[in-house]
């Protein structure tokens, strides 16, 4: 394990480390506007939700390491405290990306990116028509973080209204992340998309109290087959299968044929159950790994 220091490094380097760490981030895609009624929209990977009533969002243009100046958006927010933010999807992200390029103030960015602004109902700056939500919020507070380049600037949002395109809610009116495709920010050039493959559940041990890892059985506990999430997973179980289940699952033809082909070979026999178990846990099949763990030669 390599350990670095901020001091250590220059803060343009230990921005990179940060970025290439601290990832995938969301990106807050704001629209803005200054005094004069000018428009500016750019994207931020600084961004999150930090409470819901009220509710917070939060993102944070930083200081250009390279010369120090502020942003478009920093400048705008203190002069009109109103923003729009937009939640970046797959179908937008190049457009967001040409958004970011730094053109000069008063130049509008919708435009060089060919997007569509559409009138707010309750601030100032327009929202992108294409954006599959958008949050329109006023800025309660601006945090400096500090004064030097890399420093970044809290902007402290509350959301006023949200406009959700109907085509990524699913048929209980909740979001489906398969049809938001949304995409989030990595170090450098790259980004990831939460779709497909990429997306996965478990269950959260909120209704429950797990047994923990610490309950689990030595032999399975220290498995050199078994991964720290597949015991993440069977410590998340309130209560072991009981004796009946168990011997009611020895039976089985899997059980049955293990028996068998490893009556000799202790060491072949636990390393096939584990794989057995690890290929059901997978799958989602918690409790039938349990009744395999738990099996006697």
């Known amino acids: 394990m390599k350990t670095i220091y901020p001091k250590d490094l220059g803060t343009q380097d230990f921005h990179t480390l940060l970025q290439g760490s601290v990832s995938p ?13 000018n428009v500016n929209l750019s994207p931020f990977s600084f961004f999150n939700m930090f409470s819901t009533n009220p509710p917070i969002l939060i993102f944070s243009p930083s200081r250009r390491v390279r010369d120090n100046t502020t942003k478009h958006t920093l400048e705008n927010v203190l002069e009109v405290p109103e923003v729009v933010i937009h939640i970046v999807n797959y179908g937008l992200v190049e457009q967001m990306s040409l958004a970011s390029t730094e053109y000069g103030k008063g130049v509008n960015e919708f435009e060089k990116a060919g997007l569509t602004a559409v009138d707010s109902l309750h601030v100032k700056p327009p929202r992108v028509k294409e954006a599959p939500v958008a949050f329109e919020c006023k800025v309660i507070e601006i945090k400096p973080l500090g004064t030097g380049g890399g420093a970044g600037n809290l902007v402290i949002c509350e959301v006023l209204v949200a406009h959700i395109n109907e085509s990524i809610l699913d048929d209980f009116g909740v979001i489906d992340p398969h049809k938001l495709d949304a ?18 559940k478990i269950a959260k041990p909120l209704r429950t109290m797990g047994i923990g890892i610490d309950s689990i059985p030595d032999e399975i506990r220290n498995s050199l087959v078994l991964s720290g999430n597949n015991l993440g997973r069977l410590g998340n179980v309130e209560q072991l299968p009981r004796e009946e289940e168990i011997a009611a699952f020895a039976k089985t033809p899997e059980i049955q044929e293990m028996h068998v082909r490893f ?11 584990h794989r057995f178990a690890k290929e059901e846990l997978e799958a989602g099949e918690v409790e039938k790994a349990w009744l395999i763990l738990l099996q006697k030669q």
Do not use: M, Q
């Open 25 to 37: 981030r969301p990106i807050a895609f704001a629209s803005t506007v200054d005094k004069e009624g």
């Open 263 to 273: 009556k000799n070979d202790p060491e072949s026999w636990l390393d096939h159950l």
């Open 183 to 200: 995409v989030a920010r990595l170090g450098g050039d790259w980004y990831c998309r939460a779709s497909g493959d990429s997306l996965f």
